[in-house]
């Protein structure tokens, strides 16, 4: 049988079953005439003890090799496990060359030299255990979601709008060969004019939020989601920012203030973090004592089981103000609020999430719909230990005349029409979120790198692999 390491050590069959095991070599011992070789497919976090008789084990069966062991499954002298492998053939697949790997045995590397090795640390226990926990978190966010009765959406990764209107934007054209061969079809004047036109007929960008895409979604299904890649091209070289992140965004009709929206996120942080818990036991206990910083349990707790303090920007800007001797930006009303300034609420707060609502207008995106007090708009941002903002919100400005009004005076009515139409014909009043993946997995896991919580991190002067 080839089954995983997981499904072996879980769920144990009897002792004397032929059993296949392929894997790599995580360490490896000589006893006299024996061999005891750790083998570990991914699958999770252990791995099985493998028992070969020196004359059956190949000496390239060395640290960081790939092998295929057939032998059967023996009750295991160790106390960790309850089954091991006696081995009556090794074969390797791939041998190591360990003086070339540059990964030692039983050494842990820190991450920033790990990240040096983007195609073999997923190989390390850290990494491993990191792509094994997003995994299952991208599962429990679908899962609590589609419960909720949302409805899973693929919003578009080209698009012709700047959601954030931020200028942020990745610019698509294609390649220079492939609008050579593209001038082909179009017509001869064109070509011989050698006018240069953009491929999709307007500028396009790729994505930097679903929002608005799903905001069309709203009007026929009340209540959508989507999970999936995201771009900014913010020339940051801070340890929360990538160019390329997974955001969840969720879109809700029917929403009226931002309490309603801050319980909808609560809820969604707090049940996605337990099933987490329950489905990656193992790597997150295993990642709290290997990497995590000391008493980050606390943290995990706080999301579980503490509410959420909630407090306008106001409220934060009378609290910040108080301390402003020690912020490097100084804050005052109107001011956006920096990494320092949300971090310091969060400890303030005792290291339980807070939900600040309420900002200024004139630093928030034109989408935001406006309180009454005419300089705020119902916005909502959740700050989480550490990693500052993971989360950002608003309610969505419904009434026609002030969204018309707002975009004519921005000059840019004109390509905002359909987003216009939605307000036309039959609006709602709705909100939504959207919560930045790898800061979710930082916030939980105290992963002080954005780099290190995706398999392939980009971000400014790099793009390897
Ligand atoms: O606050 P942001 O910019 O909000 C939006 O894009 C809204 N349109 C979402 C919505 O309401 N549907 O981004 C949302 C979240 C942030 O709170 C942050 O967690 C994450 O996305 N984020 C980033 N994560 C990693 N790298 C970056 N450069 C990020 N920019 C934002
Ligand atoms: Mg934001």
């Known amino acids: 049988q080839n089954q995983s390491i997981q499904s072996l050590l879980r769920s144990p069959l009897e002792t004397d079953t032929p059993v296949t095991v392929q894997g790599w070599v995580k360490s490896l011992r000589q006893h006299k005439d024996i061999i005891f070789l750790n083998i570990n497919d991914g699958s999770c976090m252990s791995s099985i003890q493998v028992v070969a008789k020196y004359g059956s084990c190949p000496g390239a069966a060395s640290y960081g090799s790939c092998v295929r062991v057939d032998g059967v499954l023996t009750k295991s002298s160790r106390t960790e496990q309850p089954v091991e492998v006696k081995a009556e053939s090794v074969y390797v697949y791939g041998p190591c060359d360990k003086v070339k790997y540059p990964f030692k045995t039983k050494k842990r590397h820190p991450p920033d030299y790990l990240r040096q090795f983007l195609h073999l640390r997923p190989r390390t226990n850290m990494f491993s255990s ?75 960008f790729l994505t930097v939020s679903g929002q608005l895409h799903l905001e069309v979604m709203i009007s026929a299904l009340s209540k959508v989601y989507t999970f999936g890649p995201t771009f900014r091209a913010e020339n940051s070289r801070s340890r929360h920012h990538l160019s390329e992140f997974y955001m969840l965004e969720a879109e809700v009709a029917f929403l009226h203030n931002t309490d309603q929206l801050a319980e909808i996120i609560e809820s969604l942080l707090k049940n996605v973090t337990k099933k987490l818990l329950d489905s990656s036991e193992e790597d997150i206990s295993w990642y709290l004592q290997n990497v995590a910083p000391e008493n980050h349990g606390q943290v995990i707790d706080n999301i579980v089981n503490k509410p959420f303090v909630r407090m306008t920007y106001s409220d934060a800007v009378e609290i910040l103000t108080q301390r402003n001797d020690q912020f490097d930006f100084k804050v005052e009303w109107g001011c956006d609020l920096q990494k320092e300034h949300e971090r ?30 005419g300089r705020t708009v119902a916005a909502m941002d959740v700050l989480g230990a550490d990693v500052g903002e993971i989360c950002g919100g608003s309610l969505r400005e419904e009434r026609l005349p002030i969204l018309e009004e707002r975009l004519d005076k921005m000059g840019i009515k004109t390509n905002y029409e359909w987003y216009l139409d939605l307000r036309r014909f039959g609006s709602s009043p709705h909100g939504g979120f959207g919560l930045g993946f790898e800061r979710y997995l930082q916030l939980l896991l105290g992963i002080a790198n954005i780099k290190d919580a995706i398999p392939f991190p980009r971000s400014t002067h790099s793009c390897r692999l």
């Open 130 to 204: 990191l792509l094994r926990i997003r995994s299952n978190a991208k599962k429990a966010i679908c899962d609590v979601l589609q419960e909720m009765e949302y409805c899973s959406i693929d919003t578009p990764i080209l698009t012709s709008n700047d959601c954030e209107g931020a200028g942020e934007l990745f610019q698509v054209e294609p390649t220079e060969s492939s609008t050579q061969e593209r001038t082909h079809g179009s017509s001869e004047e064109d070509s011989r004019a050698g006018r240069k036109e953009h491929f999709f007929n307007v500028p396009t």
């Open 344 to 373: 310091y609420l969060v400890v303030h707060c005792g290291n339980v999430p807070v939900v600040v609502t309420d900002y200024p207008a004139a630093i928030k995106p034109f989408y935001m719909r406006a309180n009454d007090d």
